[in-house]
């Protein structure tokens, strides 16, 4: 109940802003059924909405400067309580930059996906597209 709360307190917070400063681009994870509708707020918030295959997760994040190179950085638990994804997308948002998905059920890092992604095209509903997140 404690993690619900903050989840929802974070979500809230995400929402807080001029909604007329707010952009939304869609993202779709090369060579994946799945993507991301990522909304940017004031250049800092970040908020998202899974699309394709694992569509309505939500996620929530800041953009953040890794070395030289900016990141928008989602974290949710789309595998349920006891799990964590952290996406790193490559920021501003252009079409062939790069990602990586993170994934813990443990508590320790764990690598799941890494490659490029495609502006404004919908993710795709193929079934013959593997899933960004696998099974767990």
């Given amino acids: 109940m404690k993690k619900q709360a903050i989840w929802a307190a974070a979500i809230l917070l995400a929402a807080i802003g001029d909604a007329s400063a707010a952009k939304t ?3 779709t994870f090369a060579g994946t059924c799945g993507g991301l509708d990522i909304t940017v707020k004031q250049n800092f918030y970040v908020t998202a909405l899974s699309t394709g295959c694992a569509e309505g997760w ?9 070395g030289s190179v900016d990141y928008a950085m989602l974290s949710s ?9 952290m996406y790193v997308i490559q920021y501003p948002f252009v079409t062939g930059g790069t990602y990586t998905l993170y994934y813990t059920g443990n508590g320790k890092k764990g690598y799941e996906n890494t490659g490029t992604y495609t502006l404004g095209a919908p993710a795709p509903s193929s079934a013959n597209l593997p899933n960004l997140q696998p099974a767990r």
């Fill in 77 to 85: 638990n789309q595998g349920g309580m006891g799990n964590a994804d």
């Fill in 58 to 66: 939500i996620t929530i994040g800041v953009i953040a400067r890794i």
């Fill in 25 to 27: 681009t869609n993202v």
